[in-house]
C-alpha cells in the first residue's frame, strides 16, 4: 500500500503561471511584482479593509493589542518564518542580556532567534486544553523574572501548536497588564480563528510559515504580519540590508538577507487561490478522525477546546489515556511504540514536539513548568493530515492504531 504522509504539499495548477511571469519579465530576483502581488492576497485574506477604521493613529513600537488597530496592519513576505521571528526581536529592539518569554512546546524555530539577538529564551509551559501557553504561568513567570533580574522580559512568544488558537484573550490582558509585547508563532495556524478573529493578528508582530509542509507553501518562505505600514516600511528595509533609500549604499542600521523571493512569491499566490480548499480538507479530516475515534477507546483526539477555537487542523494528534497499553512497548515508550508499529503499516506519523526546556541547546535557560509539556510528549503523537489523505486513508491510520493497541 501507499506511503501515507504527514502533510504534503499540494499545488492548485496556478504557481507556473506565476512563476512564468516572473521569467518571461525578468523578474528572476528578490523582490518583484509576486512579491508585491502575494502581500495583497495576504493582506486580503487577512485583515479587514481599513475603511473601517479610518481615523486610527499609527501605532508606535510600545504594546497596542487593540482590535481596532486590526485594519492597519501590513503584511511583509520574508525568506522564512524563522527570520520573521528574528526581524520581530529585531525592530522591538530586543539585544543582549535581554531575556524573552518563549513557549516551551513547540518546535525549535520559536526559540532560536532569541539567541540570534543575544538574548536568553525563558521557557513556560502549556496549558491542557490547547497544549499552549499557560496564562496563569505566563503571569507568575514574569513577575519572577522582574524579582530574578530586576529587569522585564521584553516579549512573549506564544505558539498554535498544530495549528490550535491558543488562549489569546488571557494571553493579551497578561501581557498588557505588564507592558510586555506579544509576537505570535502563527507558523502552523494559517487560517485558524480565535473568536473569529485570525491567529497572528492579536499580538503587535505575528508570524506566518510557507515551508514545504505547512497549511499553503512557497517551497521555503514566511511574513510577518506588522501592526501598520510605518512598521511594515521599517521590517522591510531590515529585510533588505537596510539600504536607505538614496543613490548610494548608505546604512544606519544592521541589515539581513531576507526578503522572500519572486520566484517562491509566485508559488504563494498560486497557492492562495486554494487555501480556502486546503483549509477546508484539513477540518474534513479532524472530522473523520473524530468519528472514528469515538468508538476506540483509549486514544482522544486533540480537538477545539470551545467554539471560540476553530484550529486549522495542521496536524491532527492524539494522546493515550493512562491505561491504554501499545504492541511492542519494550521500554522505548507508547509514542515510539506506536509510531514503528504505524511506519511498518507504511504510516508516517511525528512525536509531539520534545519541550524546549528539555533539550540540551537550552538547558540552562530559565523555565517555569507545570508538567503538561513533558506529559503530552509522554503520551501522544501526531497524525497525517495533509491534502492527500482522504477518507480511505483516515480509515487505513484509525485501523492500524486500533490494531496496534495491546
Ligand atoms: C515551521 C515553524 C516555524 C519556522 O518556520 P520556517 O518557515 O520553517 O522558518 C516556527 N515556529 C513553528 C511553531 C513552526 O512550526
Not at 55 to 69: F, G, N, R, T, Y
Not at 75 to 80: E, K, P, Y
Not at 230 to 240: D, K, M, P, Q, S
Not at 278 to 300: K, M, T
Request: net charge negative; with cysteine; glycine share 8%.
Amino acid at each position: 500500500m501507499d506511503r501515507i504522509l504527514l502533510c504534503l504539499c499540494h499545488m492548485s495548477g496556478k504557481e507556473m503561471d506565476f512563476i512564468n511571469e516572473a521569467f518571461k519579465d525578468n523578474w528572476v530576483v528578490p523582490l518583484g511584482p509576486n512579491v508585491i502581488g502575494f502581500e495583497k492576497d495576504l493582506e486580503h485574506f487577512f485583515i479587514p479593509s481599513s475603511h473601517t477604521h479610518p481615523s486610527l493613529q499609527a501605532s508606535d513600537l510600545k504594546i497596542s493589542h487593540s482590535p481596532e488597530l486590526l485594519a492597519q496592519k501590513k503584511i511583509v513576505a520574508l525568506s522564512a518564518g524563522t527570520a520573521a521571528i528574528h526581524l520581530a526581536l529585531v525592530a522591538l529592539g530586543v539585544g543582549h542580556s535581554d531575556e524573552v518569554i518563549v513557549q516551551s512546546f513547540t518546535f525549535s524555530a520559536s526559540a532560536n532567534p532569541v539567541t540570534y539577538v543575544g538574548a536568553t529564551p525563558v521557557f513556560v509551559d502549556s496549558e491542557p486544553d490547547t497544549w499552549n501557553m499557560d496564562p496563569v504561568l505566563l503571569d507568575r513567570a514574569i513577575a519572577d523574572r522582574i524579582e530574578k533580574t530586576g529587569k522585564k522580559p521584553k516579549a512573549i512568544i506564544p505558539v498554535y501548536l498544530y495549528g490550535m488558537p491558543a488562549k489569546i484573550s488571557e494571553i493579551l490582558e497578561v501581557a498588557a497588564r505588564w507592558e510586555i509585547p506579544v509576537i505570535e508563532d502563527s507558523a502552523e495556524a494559517f487560517g485558524s480563528k480565535y473568536k473569529g478573529q485570525f491567529c497572528g493578528t492579536f499580538g503587535i508582530f505575528g508570524i506566518m510559515s510557507f515551508n514545504g509542509n505547512k497549511m499553503i507553501t512557497t517551497s521555503g518562505g514566511g511574513a510577518l504580519v506588522c501592526p501598520d505600514e510605518e512598521i511594515a516600511r521599517l521590517v522591510t528595509c531590515y529585510a533588505t540590508q537596510s539600504r536607505e533609500p538614496v543613490p548610494w549604499y548608505e546604512h544606519e542600521r544592521v541589515g539581513f538577507n531576507y526578503r522572500l523571493s519572486n520566484i517562491s512569491a509566485g508559488i504563494g499566490r498560486g497557492q492562495m487561490t486554494i487555501a480556502e480548499e486546503h483549509l477546508a480538507h484539513h477540518r474534513n479530516v479532524q472530522q473523520q478522525y473524530r468519528e472514528l475515534f469515538a468508538a476506540i477507546p483509549g486514544i482522544e483526539l486533540h480537538d477545539n477546546p470551545s467554539p471560540d477555537f476553530d484550529s486549522n487542523f495542521w496536524l491532527c494528534a492524539i494522546t493515550f489515556t493512562p491505561d491504554l497499553k501499545i504492541k511492542g512497548d519494550d521500554g522505548c515508550g507508547r509514542p515510539e511504540a506506536l509510531r514503528r508499529a504505524l511506519d511498518k503499516e507504511n504510516i508516517e506519523t511525528r512525536h509531539l514536539w520534545k519541550p524546549m526546556h528539555l533539550q540540551p541547546f537550552f538547558r540552562n535557560c530559565p523555565a517555569y513548568v507545570n508538567g503538561v509539556s513533558e506529559d503530552l510528549f509522554s503520551r501522544g503523537l501526531c497524525l497525517p493530515a495533509g491534502p492527500y489523505v482522504g477518507p480511505d486513508e483516515v480509515k487505513r491510520i484509525v485501523n492500524a492504531i486500533s490494531s496496534a493497541r495491546l
